[in-house]
């Protein structure tokens, strides 16, 4: 299975504060992607990263990729309250495999 | 406004019952992709299509059927529902093109009493 796995499980901040997550994978990828769930609804596509890329930046979004690891990371800098939600990243050709996320709380 | 529409939204179905849940895009898509949520979980892939024409089980296939009916819509079918059926439903579309991301509809929350 190429499913990412995220960690923190939850994370609690501070709005105006950074919020880093981390995501691990097991098998080789074409590219990492990040994905927000606010509650009860589907998921959004935030950013992309393909593998011959290290980082890429996108608002406030700045997604980097460790292949030699298999891990990525996602920072998300100035969080507002706004950004409470869950984060999950996915990876795979195709058949897209979700980790169970990282619960993110930006207290105002 | 163009995305992924799913119906219903919310069903209620007593144990042994069938039924199918729908979803259609209209951005052209290629690939289709249907995922269960359970509480507290990522989503798992329960079956996808690639293209049309196309259908290939994913990862928690059991119970369930689809059909690509044609390139904009992609059905899921519980023939005999069960408890453990209960769960968020989410389709999804995906462009051909080297990394496109995935757009999803809003979710159909299904019990299974």
């Known amino acids: 299975s190429q499913q990412g796995e995220e960690d923190p499980q939850a994370l609690s901040i501070q709005e105006g504060e950074n919020a880093t997550m981390n995501c691990s994978y097991k098998?080789?990828?074409?590219?990492l992607q990040w994905y927000r769930q606010n509650s009860g609804r589907g998921l959004v596509h935030l950013i992309l990263?393909?593998?011959?890329?290290r980082e890429k930046h996108s608002g406030r979004l700045r997604v980097t990729l460790d292949t030699s690891k298999k891990s990525s990371s996602l920072l998300i800098t100035a969080s507002r309250a706004a950004d409470t939600a869950s984060y999950f990243c996915a990876t795979g050709p195709n058949d897209m495999r979700f980790g169970a996320g990282t619960r993110l709380t930006v207290k105002p | 406004n163009a995305g992924v529409t799913q119906t219903p939204k919310f069903q209620v179905l007593k144990t042994g019952q069938s039924m199918t849940l729908q979803c259609a895009q209209d951005?052209?898509?290629?690939?289709m992709y249907w995922y269960r949520q359970d509480p507290g979980m990522g989503l798992r892939l329960i079956y996808y299509?690639?293209?049309?024409?196309?259908?290939d089980k994913g990862e928690v296939p059991n119970g369930y059927n689809v059909s690509r009916l044609n390139k904009r819509e992609f059905s899921l079918r519980l023939e005999s529902a069960a408890p453990s059926q209960t769960s968020v439903y989410f389709c999804a579309s995906r462009a051909m093109r080297t990394g496109a991301g995935y757009t999803f509809g809003s979710g159909t929350r299904l019990t299974v009493v």
């Open positions: 990263i393909r593998s011959n890329e």
């Open positions: 098998t080789s990828i074409n590219n």
């Open positions: 951005m052209n898509h290629n690939s």
């Open positions: 299509s690639a293209s049309e024409g196309t259908t």
